[in-house]
């Protein structure tokens, strides 16, 4: 099902299977129109099925990640990018290990650096110095965050330090031994990049997120609930399955 909301164009799909396809499929469309395509990438649960998708096309010779360059939304801080945890580690073991992409374009904040301010500037530097991204992937969290922007967000900000929400903190607690083995600090893309990127793909699967998916598309833009902000971005698609589309669709 294609809906269109505000202008924000939204696909309905029937599970969380169809919904990685769907947007393998985006991201895989958008690499044949232009092979250098500078992408956005996130990390968590709901991209893994795009993830795998995507190594499946590439197996099957339907997209090719040569000439691509990548910037990831966010990594914990401070983490080393050989932890099972970071989000260095999950890109190389959820795609780039699995696809022909050059490691040497592939950009994550660095999670180790003793200078975060220098890092987070370099990192904006890099992002406008090959022409901005253009297609940013987004998951978002039971509190609207978008990376790790969390709600009370400042629009204005692009790369920075944050310090994870409490929620933040309990929602990704699964991901390790122990709830006080979660760093408790990241640094993020801030909204201006995501809102900067050419086009936006933002994906939720389950019931748990149908509550917030209903409020960023039907609320108030505001920072309390930072994917709010994407009703002004004029190129947002939202791939839902039926589950987080609950509330949308009746
Ligand atoms: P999830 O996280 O995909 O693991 O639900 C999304 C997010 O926190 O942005």
């Known amino acids: 099902m294609k809906l269109n909301i505000k202008g924000i164009t939204i696909f309905v799909e029937d599970d969380y299977l169809s919904m990685s396809k769907k947007s ?66 999950y890109m190389n073991s959820h795609l780039f290990n699995h696809v022909n992409i050059d490691k040497d374009k592939t950009f994550i904040p660095n999670g180790k650096t003793e200078n975060v301010d220098k890092m987070c500037k370099e990192y904006d530097q890099m992002i406008y110095d090959v022409g901005g991204i253009d297609l940013q992937i987004l998951g978002i969290g039971n509190n609207g965050h978008i990376g790790f922007n969390e709600p009370d967000v400042d629009f204005e900000l692009t790369t920075h330090l944050v310090k994870l ?16 083995d979660v ?30 998916i209903h409020d960023m598309i039907f609320g108030k833009v505001t920072p309390n609930l930072p994917a709010s902000i994407l009703q002004l971005h004029n190129n947002v ?11 949308i669709i009746n």
Do not use: W
């Open 24 to 89: 393998a499929e985006i991201v895989s469309h958008r690499i044949a129109n232009k092979p250098n395509s500078v992408l956005g990438l996130a990390t968590g649960s709901t991209p893994e099925g795009m993830y795998k998708e995507l190594i499946q096309l590439y197996l099957n010779k339907k997209v090719n990640f040569d000439n691509i360059t990548s910037f990831n939304l966010d990594e914990y801080y401070p983490i080393n990018k050989d932890n099972k945890n970071s989000y260095a580690y």
């Open 165 to 180: 929400d409490d929620k933040t903190i309990e929602a990704n607690a699964r991901f390790f031994a122990n709830i006080d």
């Open 183 to 212: 760093p408790k600090f990241a640094v993020s893309m801030g909204i201006q990049n995501i809102m900067q990127s050419k086009k936006i793909i933002l994906m939720a699967s389950g019931e748990g997120k149908a509550k917030i």
């Open 237 to 247: 698609t939202i791939l839902l399955d039926k589950k987080a589309a609950k509330l």
